[in-house]
């Protein structure tokens, strides 16, 4: 079974990635039996939705007096941080 280390870096992994099916039954094992993996999941989860949320205000909140043009070297840039 993973130990924490070794599932935080699994489950953070998760957010970017998909994983193995290997990796992710690995991942959910270890879940079932650590409170605070799922806390920690958990909390990953809830920053990416609310970093998501942010940029997208951020993107959606663009002038739009601005010229064309220079929303979408704007919003490029936005999305190539993303
Ligand atoms: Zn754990």
């Not at 280390?5 to 990796?23: F, G, N, Q, V």
């Amino acid at each position: 079974m993973l130990n924490c280390k070794e599932t935080s870096e699994l489950a953070s992994r998760s957010l970017d990635t998909k994983l193995s099916l290997h990796e992710h039954a690995r991942l959910l094992i270890h879940l079932a039996a650590c409170k605070l993996c799922r806390r920690y999941l958990l909390q990953l989860r809830f920053m990416q939705r609310a970093i998501a949320k942010q940029r997208r205000a951020v993107s959606t909140s663009l002038d739009p007096q601005l010229p064309a043009q220079a929303r979408k070297r704007i919003q490029a840039e936005i999305d190539k941080h993303r």
